[in-house]
Nanobody
């Protein structure tokens, strides 16, 4: 089993920054990739960014390229999502997930509890 614990959400003004954290524990050999997804009210869960377990490869949704950065602390089994230049349309519940190298939520077997990010205009 894998446990994912997220932290770092909150309320920020447009143009501000937040950093999300996701600590993984348990059978960390059961997946190859960690990703961040987000879901706004009434919308589907969508891909934001992913990183392979070694931390050597990353990929981003077009909507966040140049503003968000995903990194991994291998010693702590923790993935971070640094979010800069936040926009009101970034408002959503952000979920950490563990699975395989794909932008599709269906490729991730393990999910965190979600953390709310609200960007005010």
């Amino acid at each position: 089993q894998v446990q994912l614990v997220e932290s770092g959400g909150g309320l920020v003004q447009a143009g501000g920054s937040l950093r999300l954290s996701c600590a993984a524990s348990g059978r960390t050999d059961d997946f190859s990739t960690m990703g961040w997804f987000r879901q706004a009210p009434g919308n589907e869960r969508t891909f934001v960014a992913r990183i392979n377990w070694r931390g050597s490869s990353t990929e981003y949704a077009d909507s966040v390229k140049g503003r968000f950065t995903i990194t991994k602390d291998n010693a702590k089994n923790t993935v971070y999502l640094q979010m800069n230049s936040l926009k009101p349309e970034d408002t959503a519940i952000y979920y950490c997930a563990a699975g395989y190298w794909t932008p599709s939520p269906s490729g991730y077997n393990y999910w965190g509890q979600g953390t709310q990010v609200t960007v005010s205009s």
